[in-house]
């Protein structure tokens, strides 16, 4: 890869594989008059304290500057499609004032309307793909609202905007200039390097023929199935979500097993999971969705664009194995799935299965992902402003699937189960959290005991 600081500004580049996904998953949604595909996904801020609305307008502007990712328009969309970098302009994120409502209804008010407005697509011929908003609740207490597109960044780039974003911020209300990271490799410099590695290389064509034996007769097509489905069938549905936690016992069984058996808790998490969807549906042979991320090296770490995608684990669930056997099978699975994952997603349909995009969109699949420490940076003190990330209800999910996103850090485990509410009924999805949560406690007591044994003593 270049410098980031080395070459012009690109007129035109590639797209990237995983966009060439989405662009066609947003395609066959809409042609199929399934609504509207939302790519954008985002967060809410409280903001508590003075808020310098200058400072943060010249904060968001600094951002969209910093972050080529942020200015790709895309006005030549398909598997040959090309994008452009545009230059930097100002960013002034939109501005409600709630205060004339009840003082007991402005949180709640901002946070509905934050959600519809963050929900929106951006044009993608425009060159700016960060949408904001700030709802003013009272004179020291407002609503910070920011989305950002799925077809440029990913998790962990949401993450870094907003970390650079509070201290740009701190920046401009002291007078100071911003302690950022250096910036080696750009946006641009990426999606160049995408495009050369699959020029060059043959290998991920040819690590295609074994991507098939996790795809073979069930892949990502694996229906989710649970005790009182309300229906099968993709259609508009509305999004339920259920949270739960590990009691402190479990958490410290967790840290325990993972120190001494030299596991992770994605490892130990994940596989209790199956066991439990494997308890809950009856079925053996599962399969589910993982995250999987090219910031394999240094220099990628701190770079803001979707270097994140999906690839799939296939376990076959051995009621005689232990937990301590099945556990050690289930990351092999996923260390391979992450080898895997390099392979792009378009070579994979295209040589494999013409029809796998229609067959994930008509029938449920299942995500499993956990995050340390949590999303967005957690609670922080900026310039005298509190700023409390805020979870903002919105239209973010289409595509049917049962999500389960957990997040390990020192006080514990928290999860959180998205669901298509017209799908599985809340019940059945509380029993599965309710069987999740029970199997991790019993199986790190007894990781010696075949699951069988262990889920028959249930």
Known sequence: MRTANEGSRPEGLPLLSDQIDRLAIQEWVEKHDLGVEVRMFGRGFRLTGPLDTDALDSALTALVARHEALRAAFPDRGRTGRQEIREARPFTPERVDLTALPEDERADEALRLAGAFL?????????????????????????????????????????????????LYAAAVEGREAKLPEQRFTYADFVRWEAEWLGRDPSPRQKIARFAELLDGIGTNAPVYLPGMLRETNDRYAVGTFDGSLPAQTCALLTEYCRSARTTPF???????????????????????????RRTEEHLLDLVAFLSTYATVRVRINPSLTFKELSRTVRSAVLETQRLGQVPAPEVTSSLAPSHLGRLLERPCTFFDVAPGGWSGGDREVAGLSVAPTEVPGDQHQIESL?????????????????????FGEESVRELAHEFTSLVHRFLTAPDTAIGDVLRAD
Do not use: K
């Not at 485990?413 to 799908?423: C, E, K, R, S, Y």
């Open 119 to 167: 929900s929106r697509n951006l044009d993608l011929d425009g060159g700016l793909l960060m949408s904001g908003v700030v709802y003013r609740l009272g004179e020291r207490d407002h609503l910070l609202g920011l989305a950002v597109d799925h077809l440029v960044v990913d998790g962990q780039s949401f993450e870094i905007l907003v970390n650079e974003l509070w201290e």
């Open 267 to 293: 490892v130990v998490l994940f596989t209790a999971y199956l066991c439990a969807l494997h308890a809950r549906g009856g079925r053996s042979d599962l399969a589910a969705l993982i995250p999987v991320t």
């Open 403 to 423: 999500e389960v996103f957990a997040s390990v850090d020192d006080s514990g485990v928290d999860f959180t189960v998205l669901f298509p509410a017209d799908v």
